[in-house]
């Protein structure tokens, strides 16, 4: 039963992590710095937040298939639609998992990947996050309408569509030149 609980929690712990890792890899882009947060300490943050998300991720995944209430296999973690629980939902979180991966695995590889590549597998964690928030929405049943983790849940939404809507602008200023 434990399980059930941690799988939860840290389903929920991640989506905050993950959104804030959004919210910080666009600060970076947009070249946000200031005299007591330098970019280089932006960068570091959210490169340390990312992997503390991926701790969690670790923690969900691996909580949510050794449950046992719901039959949930190893594969039906990276594999979208092959599960018998909720084939759909737990798709869109396989498929948030992937996108995650291969983040992590560009990420790791950064200096032998030309950056061009790089920044091109990059771009997929703006599919990676909403896909992770519908899984959450439509796999979650009674706890995702839950008065404070829909609070919490549509505060990660408000939060990243403000910092997407702040790129939008950054990159059509036209005194800038887009740092894509």
Same mark, same amino acid.
């Given at each position: 039963m434990w399980t059930w609980y941690a799988s939860r929690a840290a389903g929920l712990v991640v989506l905050v992590?993950?959104?804030t890792t959004l919210l910080l890899g666009i600060s970076g882009v947009a070249r946000a710095a200031t005299t007591r947060w330098p970019r280089f300490a932006l960068g570091r943050l959210h490169r340390n937040v990312s992997l503390l998300a991926i701790v969690f991720l670790a923690v969900h995944v691996a909580t949510a $298939?050794? =449950?046992g209430y719901v039959p949930i296999r190893w /594969? =039906? $973690? $990276?594999?979208?639609l092959t599960s018998a629980y909720e084939p759909f939902?737990? +798709?869109l979180g396989a498929v948030a998992f =992937?996108? /995650?991966a291969a983040l992590v695995v560009t990420s790791l590889l950064r200096a032998r990947l030309g950056l061009r590549t790089?920044?091109?597998v990059h771009m997929t964690a703006y599919a990676c996050w909403p896909l992770a928030v519908?899984? +959450?929405l439509g796999i979650g049943g009674a706890d995702s309408t839950t008065g404070w983790v829909l609070v919490l849940t549509l505060g990660c939404v408000a939060a990243a569509t403000a910092g997407l809507l702040w790129r939008a602008l950054i990159w059509s =200023?036209?005194?800038r030149e887009p740092t894509r």
């Open positions: 992590l993950l959104t $298939v050794l =449950d /594969l =039906d $973690v $990276v594999l979208p939902w737990l +798709g =992937d996108l /995650l790089w920044k091109a519908a899984h +959450g =200023d036209d005194s």
